[in-house]
């Protein structure tokens, strides 16, 4: 079973930027289809970005595109999250997830997943 930790939250300034983390163990990166997502106080846990190995689909949420990128380094068996031009709204804890690419359909899906990381705060405050 794969093994995921997420990593790089922080405090941050609106307009500034952070670049989450997510070392995944146990497996070879390219199997996996990997998914951020994020839970705010109060709200649902909401896909942010993710990335479908098998054929390199990326898909973004509307309230994040053009401010986040998804990538992989699968020589560190890391996937990233960078966040550019944050907002409060963007405050959550951040999760990633990670399934075969084969029984991920729509990637954005939660349910989908069956793997998880800890979870990363990240807060955007002035």
């Known amino acids: 079973q794969v093994q995921l930790v997420e990593s790089g939250g922080g405090l941050v300034q609106p307009g500034g930027s952070l670049r989450l983390s997510c070392a995944v163990s146990?497996?070879?990166?390219?199997?996996?289809?990997i998914g951020w997502f994020r839970q705010a106080p109060g709200k649902e846990r909401e896909g942010v970005s993710c990335?479908?190995?098998?054929?390199?689909?990326?898909w973004y949420a509307d309230s994040v595109k053009g401010r986040f990128t998804i990538s992989r380094d699968n020589a560190k068996n890391t996937v990233y999250l960078q966040m550019n031009s944050l907002k409060p709204e963007d405050t959550a804890v951040y999760y990633c997830?990670?399934?075969?690419?084969?029984?991920?359909?729509?990637?954005?899906?939660?349910?989908?997943?069956?793997?998880w990381g800890q979870g990363t705060q990240v807060t955007v405050s002035s």
């Open positions: 997830a990670a399934q075969p690419s084969w029984r991920v359909g729509l990637c954005h899906i939660s349910k989908q997943y069956n793997n």
């Open positions: 146990g497996s070879t990166l390219d199997y996996y289809a």
């Open positions: 990335s479908r190995s098998s054929d390199g689909i990326t």
